[in-house]
């Protein structure tokens, strides 16, 4: 009921903004602004000779195209939110690569700590496309100011990389700083309970401790380890810099000035933004009296029809690419999450339709509901038994994430992709203390030994524990058979490796949790040979994007904003504090979308994050 009240309240503010807008036209000029937006389409953006492709890092860079609900929540917000879909981006970069008016890219950094929390493996993506557009024979300029090791390892790719002279770059490898939250729920009298299997299973700790563990702190270590390995392979071999003179950069140095990142090599000019305007305006051959040179931005370039430099394709054969991006939740699941019976009926749909002829599932996902990720894997499993079902891992398919990636041909992962944790747990809280503290008691009344088993009002008793420990075992060898089976390994094997421990993808693939390191693309084109279509093919996306209307709508009540007086609210730098804020904010939302029906859940460890 909820979710119908917000759809309607949506449709229904949708259609009297369009009506704002379309006011006064009357029905010629609505006529003709339908005409207009529809030849927009059809022609797209103009593009000159000689432009240079404007990619902007602050851009927030999704798996999966926003959903027409989020679109619409922006709208209404105010929030002008520069974004696009991982593919889309790759796609524009090879579409930019082919097409003879683009003669290079300009990769501006001058904003990119406002970029949204786009992982390393999404960046490995993005990268290995500008390599491909660099080796095509085009020039790459990057411009920034304060540049940290995400916006670096993308940018580092140019044949040209400047830095302001008042900029900065750091260089002092990466953490994470997870949040305990144990000491809180202690003082405010909030009971916690754990039942779990796997040593690693780091999941829980933020509830129980308040520090690392052992096991949860080598897992961490080496997770880091391998991502920031990666890290200075790949700039080490753009920039021709030994990777140990990266390492002591940053036991050193950590943060360089412009002159002395150049000394080093990071860089290889010291400008300031006119200076690079001035070599842009040359490249494009502008003339002197424009003020900048000529471009176009990744957005808009996006528009351009790919079908003549044959990077768009028109099949009747189908390669359906699945989006799981999200915390897995039971039910259907909203904005932002993978709902178990929403993607459920999704596979169920693509195994009967007969131009489908084979499913790549993208996961972007640190797990979630245990009840959820099983409805998932069922549906994946019965699908690969009539057409190839190919997994592509993103910057996190853990756990949950995992669970339903076990039974497909072929797992695709990047080398700094997060995955494995191979566990499950529960949480219980009680408020015993909390509620004692303020004058507030409970009396109960059974007619059984555990009738009230589930009130939140006492800490369950060791019976009580052994019944939810039990429970947690069964799912936890359940997760292990899947992934015994799926992955053709010895379940004993399986139980060396799971434990609850995070890999990245190249350890992963060490250790036969996934089959070959690559992109979503590279998951394509083997799900195309799979099933044997050579050329004749074509991508369809699902959840499936909104339709014209919804997305003609939102261009509509863009305009309104604009014509209302609602100005966009511009993203700032959060200071230190605010982070942290931000952090504890993050912990209450994954407790609030946790609604696995047994209470038992399979996820990678809450507030594991790179910085």
Known sequence: MRNFIKQTFASLVGTLLGLIIFAGLGTTGLFLLILAASSSKDTGPNVKNKSVLVFDLSMKITDGEPSSGQLFQNTISGVDEDRMALRKVVETLEKARRDPRIVGIYIDATNASQAGNVGYASLKEIRKALEEFRAAGKKIVAYGSDWSEKEYYVSSVADSIVLNPLGMMEVNGLSSQPMFLAGALQKYGIGVQVVRV?????????????????????QTQKLLDDVWGEWRTAIGASRKIEPNKLQAIADNQSLLEA?????????????????????????????????????????????????????ERNSKNQIAVVYAEGEIVDGKGEDGQVGGDRFAKIFNK??????????????????????????????????REVKPVVVSMGDVAASGGYWIASDSNRIFAEPNTITGSIGVFGLLFNGEKLANNNGITWDSVKTARYADSQTVSRPKSPQELEIYQRSVNRIYNMFLNKVSQGRKLPEQKVAEIAQGRVWSGEAAKEIGLVDEIGGLNTAIAYAAKQAKLGEDWEVQEYPRTSSFGERFFGRATDEARTALGIESAQLKSANPLTTELQKLQQEVEILQKMNDPQGVYARLPFNLKIE
């Open 259 to 311: 002159t002395q990142a150049k000394t080093n090599g990071l860089v290889d000019q010291v400008q300031y933004p006119d200076e690079v305007v001035a070599d842009l305006k040359k490249l494009t051959n502008s003339d002197k009296e424009d003020k900048t040179f000529r471009q176009i931005s990744l957005n808009s370039y996006a528009q351009v029809s790919g079908k003549s430099f044959g990077v």
């Open 350 to 383: 693509l195994r009967q339709d007969k131009d489908v002829k084979a499913v790549v599932l993208r996961i972007n996902s640190p797990g979630g509901s245990a009840t959820a990720a099983e409805v998932m894997q069922r549906e994946v499993k019965l699908t």
């Open 198 to 218: 796997g040593k690693f299973k780091g999941a829980v700790e933020p509830f129980i401790l308040n520090k690392l563990s052992p096991e949860n702190r080598e």
